[in-house]
């Protein structure tokens, strides 16, 4: 059973194009929407299972009909990777599983009235569970509001999903390093700088993570259209790789 990952967005909250930015790449992404870059979410099917991982797309709804997907698996409760879980919860349909993790203030009125969610499946650090036949092991994150990154591990493929993150927790180095992930698909929000910035990588802490981990494939998601007009008239790096909406990636 081969587990597949599709990345369904991989922007920022500011998305590509950005609203008044008459940069190269908006400007690009305007003309040719294969540019465009939607808010950084992804689809995992595996053992006839599909999960979504984040809900921040908008229009949801009009992708995922009820019955396309067993559960959602969120990172976190930012606005940019929630919003389309609000009109959502009002449809009329079997509980949807949420899993992510414990935060108790959630994202505005989410919990408080969940409608058809059920966010009651909360995950813990490094604590292994099941999802039809899938692993999914939590990793600890480091950004603004507490985050978890996921190693998805089949018997054969293992990749690691891992935004939003500014560098990584010691912890979860050390899990990946040991674990083996043959895709790792990191936020990487800036083009190289001196400094790690706050709450996302820039390439390179990428270069360093990659480093590191031994990850011979990593794939960037959560990309601004900065590092968009970097990328236009620069290389990444050899086993680095820009991801793009609409890409699958399939591991046997």
């Known amino acids: 059973m ?16 950005v609203f008044g930015c008459d940069c190269a790449a908006c400007r690009r992404a305007r003309q040719y929407p294969q540019h465009r870059r939607r808010p950084c979410s992804g689809v995992v099917s595996y053992n006839d299972a599909v999960t979504l991982l984040d809900a ?8 995922h009909p009820a019955g396309s997907f067993h559960q959602f698996l969120l990172t976190h409760y930012h606005m940019d990777h929630v919003q389309g879980l609000f009109p ?27 409608g058809i969610l ?12 099941d999802l039809q036949g899938l692993q999914v ?12 990154g996921y190693l998805l591990e089949s018997a054969h493929s293992r990749v690691a999903w891992l935004t939003d993150t500014a560098g990584l927790p010691d912890k979860t180095l050390t899990f990946l390093r040991n674990n083996h992930p043959q ?3 990191i936020d990487c929000s800036h083009e190289p700088r001196d400094e790690t910035p706050r709450n996302h990588n820039d390439l ?13 494939r990593v794939i960037l998601t959560h990309i601004s259209h900065r590092f968009d007009v970097w990328m236009m008239d620069n290389p990444l790096p050899e086993g680095i ?11 046997d």
């Open 118 to 129: 059920d966010f009651s499946h909360t995950v813990e650090p490094f604590v292994v569970f």
């Open 137 to 148: 092991t939590p990793l600890p994150l480091i950004h603004s509001k507490l985050t978890f």
């Open 2 to 17: 081969s587990l597949i990952l599709r990345l369904t967005g991989t922007g920022g909250a500011q998305l590509v194009p």
């Open 56 to 63: 921040g797309i908008p229009d949801l709804m009009e992708h």
């Open 88 to 114: 959502l919860r009002w449809g009329i349909d079997e509980p949807i599983p949420v899993y992510g993790p414990p935060d108790e203030e959630g994202c505005d009125d989410l919990f408080k009235h969940p």
């Open 183 to 185: 895709v790792m698909v």
């Open 241 to 251: 790789e820009a991801g793009f909406d609409g890409m699958e990636i399939m591991l």
């Open 204 to 216: 390179n802490t990428i270069i360093t993570i990659k480093a590191e981990t031994g990850c011979p």
